[in-house]
């Protein structure tokens, strides 16, 4: 497995971020929280007997 540097991490963040916009960016972190939490709520109903 490859090790990565900061360097590294810190060049793509700033293509992704040249490509994408902060806008959709942000967007995207919305969502994909917003996703995680729905996610853990339904195995909390499920783990609690609710179906």
Request: aromatic share 0%.
């Given at each position: 497995m490859a090790n990565i540097s900061v360097w590294q991490l810190l060049i793509i963040?700033?293509?992704v971020?040249?490509?994408f916009g902060t806008k959709?960016?942000?967007r995207f972190g919305e969502?994909?929280?917003t996703s995680v939490k729905g996610f853990k709520r339904a195995i909390e109903d499920k783990s609690n007997g609710k179906p």
């Open positions: 963040a700033v293509i971020i040249l490509l959709k960016l942000s969502d994909l929280g």
